[in-house]
């Protein structure tokens, strides 16, 4: 069973604020979709959508990576990441809510924010390493300039998570 000590992460130690809050200025950008992602309105008709390459999902409520196994998910509201059955379907209208009721059909299993990290760490790099070819040293003006309290608390971070792998 997972402790949790290990499912509770510092603010100030969570890259995924610094990222979830990157890809929203990429999607307004239309990075996003120039790197292939499929944009699509979320099916509860809502004005979000949902941005899809391969088996990964990003929405301005979450993410999700499906793996040969399972659905790992990341929900922003409450910073945690969860594992869920690979069979699941993942419910926009109850994404965004910040309590486990979001998941009704599904138990969903808290994971570790490393493990979780490790997981989804390489699509985050390929997609930075393709982000630096096309636009250069952007991330580190947009890091220097705007954001959130939080999001300035986490950029170390996201520095350090995009730097080197999460497990040694």
């Given at each position: 069973m997972v402790g949790l000590l290990e499912i509770i992460m510092n603010p100030t130690q969570n890259p995924m604020i610094v990222q979830m809050w990157l890809w929203g200025l990429d999607a307004i950008r239309g990075d996003l979709t120039a790197r292939g992602f499929l944009k699509k309105p979320r099916p509860d008709?809502?004005?979000?959508s949902i941005y899809s390459l391969e088996q990964l999902h990003?929405?301005?409520?979450?993410?999700w990576l499906e793996t040969t196994t399972e659905i790992?998910?990341?929900r922003r509201p409450s910073k945690?990441?969860?594992v869920l059955p690979k069979d699941t379907k993942v419910c926009f209208e109850q994404f965004s809510q910040t309590s486990l009721a979001w998941c009704n059909y599904a138990h969903p299993k808290p994971?570790?924010?490393?493990?979780?990290?490790?997981?989804i760490q390489p699509f985050i790099l390929e997609y930075e390493a393709w982000l630096l070819a096309r636009h250069g040293n952007?991330?580190?003006q947009q890091l220097a300039s705007i954001g959130t309290k939080a999001v300035k608390r986490a950029r170390k971070a996201w520095r350090d998570f995009v730097?080197?792998?999460v497990f040694k």
């Open positions: 008709n809502s004005e979000s990003l929405h301005g409520h979450g993410i790992l998910v990341y945690n990441w969860y994971i570790p924010h490393r493990q979780a990290l490790a997981l952007l991330r580190q730097r080197q792998p």
